[in-house]
């Protein structure tokens, strides 16, 4: 009798037992599930077609809608008084250097530059030194417009912050954002992107179960590869900033320019980290050092793995659809080539090391 009601008892704690178990089990198991279907949603809208962005550009432009997002007579900003820094001066790139650490740092990275490489530089830089300062990533996927994009940014700026995604250009009406990106030669970023989307990278991210018949050369020759440039990434959320032969989107890009801190090469790493380095000296203290220390395994790890050279004829033809972003990127080059002269005069002036 004792025993019988002993285990009656007992089995009601393991009955309260259990359902405490099967609540925490539920809340569990829909958390999983809920970040499974985030993850599925995200990879079907990261999913490229031969065209690569120009995909997710354009499911951007139709699911807004809104035009009124892109009100191109909207002041644009800067940190930086760009005119003031040109000035009859061999040493302006001293004003654009900005010393402390209170700033929060945009970098809407155009895919396959090296974007991941910079991040992830910053990443380790910023926890090694227990730095005020945190690597965010701008989940572009739930951002695809201007004033949310703003709001993000807005909400993420506590102290010195980086923050990475594939967004496009949204102006900030406030000195602390510093915007950064890097661009590279617009053929060649246009088949790594391509070959990265057909069959990811040795850091398996994307990886897919193609077939290895795509190559490059097929695809521009059967009109599946059009390439349309990366000019809407400095131009914005404008409808004719993915028009890939107007103008426009051209002289709004280079306008753009001067909200930039600066624009890298992704052709001159070393140089691009260094520049980045020197313009913000004490965010990105080390950077140079670290970027250097894991330079082979960072490469190893983001380099796309399948790639056939193309033909020259589809060079040509490639070339023929980016007319405007060559223009934009040989601006860059320039203004890139301009700056580190003047940060290494600097430099010599200032009787210091380059740093190494
Ligand atoms: C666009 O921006 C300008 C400058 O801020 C402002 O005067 C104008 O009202 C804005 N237009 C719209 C449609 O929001
Ligand atoms: C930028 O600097 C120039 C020259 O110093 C000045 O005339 C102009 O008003 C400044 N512009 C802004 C937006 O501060
Ligand atoms: C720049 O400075 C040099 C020498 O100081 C001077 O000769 C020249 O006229 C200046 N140019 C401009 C555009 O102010
Ligand atoms: C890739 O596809 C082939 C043919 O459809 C199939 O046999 C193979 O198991 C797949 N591999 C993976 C990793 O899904
Ligand atoms: C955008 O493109 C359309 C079509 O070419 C043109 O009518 C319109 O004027 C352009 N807008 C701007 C701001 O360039
Ligand atoms: C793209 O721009 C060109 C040159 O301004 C224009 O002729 C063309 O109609 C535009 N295309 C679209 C789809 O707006
Ligand atoms: C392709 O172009 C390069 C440089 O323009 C040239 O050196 C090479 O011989 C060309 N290849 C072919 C197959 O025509």
Redesign the pocket.
Known sequence: MLDWRHGWILSMGSLKTLFVCLVVFTVFSLAFIMTALRNNSMARIFKHNDKGIYKLLHLKHSTIGNKENTNISAPVT?SL????IH?NDSLWCRKKILKGLDYVVIYNAVPKTGSRTISSVARVLFNHHKRKGRSLFIPYTLYRDEPRLRLYYKKNSAGSTLMRGHSLYTPMLDRKYVYINMIRDPVERYISHLYYSWYGDSNNMNKKNETKKNNIDNCVKEGRCIPTGYLPFFCGFHPNCSNATDRWALEKSVTNLDNYLFVGLTEKMDDTIMVLQQLMPDLFKGLFREYKRKAASLKKSYSTIVKQPPSNKTIAKLKENMVLTYEFYDIVKERFSELKECLMQRNTRDQRVYPG
């Open positions: 800067s008084n760009v005119s003031s000035s």
